[in-house]
């Protein structure tokens, strides 16, 4: 075995040659040594003293590459080449009047709805050049508080709220609208925040055309409201009602229970499964405001052998709801429900907070806009 040391530009190559006389074979082995491994560098301060570029023209770069000298530019991206160096995303937005962040509020990252709508609007802002950050308030005030003041410290231009209802921190959220931009999505604070925008489904229309279909194919419904209150919950049982009333019939509200601390599903199977253990309800039509609700009833008439042998409900006993959440359509029997325009609510949102952001929109009065929904036709009703 024999070395052969070779310099090239101050970087050492090893190669090592071996030879088989008998098979006549040569081996090269190049060797890199650690020398040829990119420096890392951590700060723009540095970068800045390797490259001999100064920091702001560095930080501009960053900011927008075409902000600087071609010449200059192709120099940075040179040198780039040749170290392991990731900008700073907040360093390089400290001296400018726009972020480029779009933040987010929802009160749960584990519903399947959120989680739709929280896609929709990334897509939407990355197409204006926006990147979106994201708060999970967990149904908490105190957390949606905090997730209002993150969103301030970290300089989003503007706020899509989903506010979690009656027990949100009306003081914090305040604050939030007058340091930033803000557009309410899905539900809202109306008594409270009458010229902040609205962006979210039609729930007049939603339920309406539910309620009617299970009126003319069956028994009128009884309604299951969400165990805590925001806009949509109020919205829907009144809808409901109003409705009810215009066909004639008698509307009847499942009277709610303790169970604000429990997710949708497990709430409405404890408190069905307590209705039907006692022989109630059994074989009534039953409206839940959500999706969620509907899968928890449907696990609960389940365990009591409501629905039909072939996964197909009898007439006397049904279960609809309302979103079109994403598993509706494989539980067992599927559910017929209505599906919110997720796509339409979430691309309307994105374009009024940037339209504020912009300040293209120079008309006081809040928008409120409201999307149909759709009906979808399953086995459960």
Known sequence: MSKLQLDFSARKFTIRT??????????????????????????????????????????????????VRTSTRARIENALQTVDYVPNFFATKMNRKSSGLIGVIVPHLNDLFFSGLIEAIETSALAADYMVITQNSHNDPALEAQAARNM????????????????????????????????????????????????????????GLIVDYLCRSGEPPAFLAMPNL????????????????ELGHEPMVIPRSNGETLGFEEYAYRLMDAHFSHGNLVDQTILCANDRLAIGVIRAANRHSLFGTAGKAPSSFRVAGHDDYPLSAFVFPSLTTVTQNTQAIAEAATGQLLRHIRREDRIEDAVTLTFDAELRLRDSA
Do not use: C, W
């Open 18 to 67: 071996s030879r088989e006389e008998n098979s006549r074979k040569t081996h090269l082995e190049l060797v890199l040594s650690p020398q040829m491994q990119k420096p890392k560098i951590r700060t723009m301060e540095k970068l800045s003293s390797e490259i001999g570029v100064s920091r702001p023209t560095l930080s501009r770069f960053f900011q927008d590459p075409t902000s």
């Open 152 to 207: 301030i410290a970290m300089g989003a231009d503007g706020v899509i709220m989903a506010p979690i209802g009656d027990a949100s921190s009306i003081d914090a959220l305040s604050r939030l609208k007058q340091e930033r931009p803000m557009v309410f999505v899905d539900s809202r604070l109306q008594d409270h925040f009458q010229d902040v925008d609205f962006i979210g489904t039609d729930n007049q229309q939603s339920i």
């Open 230 to 245: 925001n806009s949509n919950n109020l919205e829907r049982e009144q809808a409901y009602t109003s409705r009810m009333h």
